[in-house]
């Protein structure tokens, strides 16, 4: 369900939140002014008039973190503040202040500032259960997403729809804009290879928003179950899947300025290899590398960083590799992902099957990509094979956009 929004009322909603005063929160000097064209992107979450509404009088659930944002304001705090009865707070990966690092379990607790129950929707509880969901009328789901299938958020997106959708319980997602939303790129996910890094079977990159996501995982019922999610889309203004945004807050600790972002999915596939992509330095996603890398004068030692990396791969083990930072900005401009690097690291290391780790499959989402690799298969061929799979999922994507594609 999709809600109409008028141009007069994002000005006058837009000239309100500027002018409102609200909690601090410093924006990273690395993450730029956030705009398509000459016109200011605003995600759903900035178009309260748009929800309030829908939540006035009712015990609400929201599925939140730090990215949660409406300008500088928290939107559990901006909720409270406008009188919705906030009864129950929901945390992904990385917690609801987004201060955890990744893959570490998150316990239930208790906000300090609010006082409202936290649930961590992580490790071995990822889904809301039905204790979870009593005394909630209806749940908000608001967290910035980065547009990359083994991104964790989307798949807590699709554990809350299944648990709305079992209980009847009614759900909005406030939509946000996709930093790779407009591209589509790497292999399509085998269903045999699912997992929380990869539920669904769409590519790495897959060039919709969390919104968009979410009608597609209804429509196309990829959650267990008979009955649909009773879903409310709250668009984004001025976002096209042409549009390049610039997030205005790092999304999770490792992925610290639009380099990492952009670089994001063509490095994530080292996590599943003996290679380290950063972890544990100043330039995580930013660099890859391994002690017995050769003919490199590039090197770094990852070490313990708190609530970032607490127990990096080859940790303090001097590394050499490449610094690529600098290549995030082909990659923004030319919307593809890298292979090279991740062929570069197989063959300089020359450790044939020891290269990857039993975690590769599933970030590749099939077991080719690592078949490819070990018999020496060029990057165009690798790209060749994945096409027929991607114009499938084209055919797909397109019954569910709610924004101008960038085709």
Not at 157 to 169: D, G, K, P, S
Not at 355 to 376: C, H, P, S, V, W
Request: overall charge neutral; hydrophobic content about 35%.
């Amino acid at each position: 369900m999709l809600l109409k929004m008028h141009s007069v009322k994002y000005l006058i909603i837009l000239l309100v939140l500027v002018s409102a005063t609200s909690v601090s929160c410093q924006q990273p000097k690395s993450f730029e002014k956030v705009t398509s064209a000459n016109e200011i992107i605003l995600p759903g979450a900035y178009l309260t008039g748009e929800y309030l509404p829908v939540l006035k009088g009712k015990k609400t659930g929201i599925v939140a973190n730090h990215t949660s944002l409406i300008n500088s304001t928290h939107i559990v705090d901006s909720l409270i503040s406008k009188g919705i009865n906030v009864t129950k707070i929901f945390g992904p990966e990385h917690g609801f202040r987004g201060d955890q690092p990744d893959g570490k379990e998150i316990i239930s607790n208790t906000d300090p500032k609010t006082g409202i129950e936290v649930i961590s929707l992580y490790g071995d509880h990822k889904k809301p259960t039905n204790t979870d969901l009593q005394n909630i009328d209806i749940i908000l789901f608001d967290i910035q997403d980065v547009g990359v299938r083994f991104y964790t958020y989307i798949s807590t997106l699709t554990y809350v729809m299944e648990a709305c959708a079992e209980n009847n319980i009614p759900l909005v997602v406030t939509d946000r804009p996709n930093p790779h939303g407009y591209y589509l790129d790497g292999p399509v996910l085998k269903q045999e290879f699912s997992s929380f890094v990869g539920l669904h079977p769409v590519p790495v990159v897959y060039g919709m928003t969390i919104g968009e996501y979410a009608m597609m995982v209804n429509g196309e019922k990829w959650f267990k179950g008979e009955k649909p999610c009773m879903l409310t889309i709250i668009k984004c203004a001025n976002y096209t899947h042409n549009s390049r945004y610039q997030l205005p807050v790092s999304p999770s600790p490792n992925l610290q300025d639009m380099k990492a972002i952009y670089l994001y999915p063509s490095l994530c596939f080292f996590e599943g290899t003996v290679v380290s992509i950063g972890r544990g330095t100043e330039n995580p996603f930013k660099v890859y590398g391994h002690p017995k890398y050769k003919n490199s004068s590039y090197s770094f030692t990852p070490q313990p960083i708190k609530g970032v990396s607490e127990n990096p791969p080859l940790k303090g083990q001097l590394c050499y590799g490449k610094y690529i930072g600098d290549d995030a900005e082909t990659i923004k401009t030319n919307g593809r992902m890298e292979l090279s690097w991740l062929l570069d690291a197989y063959s300089n290391l020359g450790m044939n099957s020891a290269f990857f780790l039993n975690y590769f499959e599933k970030l590749a989402g099939t077991n080719q990509l690592r078949e490819q690799i070990m018999a020496d298969k060029s990057e165009s061929e690798i790209r060749k094979s994945w096409q027929p799979e991607l114009e499938e999922f084209k055919e797909i994507r397109k019954k569910y956009l709610i924004y101008p594609d960038f085709e």
